[in-house]
């Protein structure tokens, strides 16, 4: 079952065109897409979030092995 986009719907309701519940049903379908895209951006969201941890902790691992081979280096702990 599809869907008229929105600009139509507003144009064939303005019309008189669109009866009440075939304006009911276009909009249903329109908020279960939005629910359904929801969901992936959230999945999505998740798995950026969880990639940037892992960046910001291998970051900070690899700034610590920096400090420790400097602390090591004779010519630059004067």
Partial sequence: MGT???????????????????AIGHALQHIIELYERQ???E??????????NHLVNKSATNQATL????????????
């Fill in 39 to 41: 969901s992936i951006a």
């Fill in 43 to 52: 999945v999505e969201r998740r798995k950026l979030q969880a990639q940037l």
């Fill in 4 to 22: 008229y986009d929105p600009k139509r719907i507003l144009t064939e309701w303005s019309n008189g065109t669109l009866t009440p519940d075939m």
């Fill in 67 to 78: 400090d420790r081979m400097l602390g090591s280096c004779p010519s630059l702990s004067k």
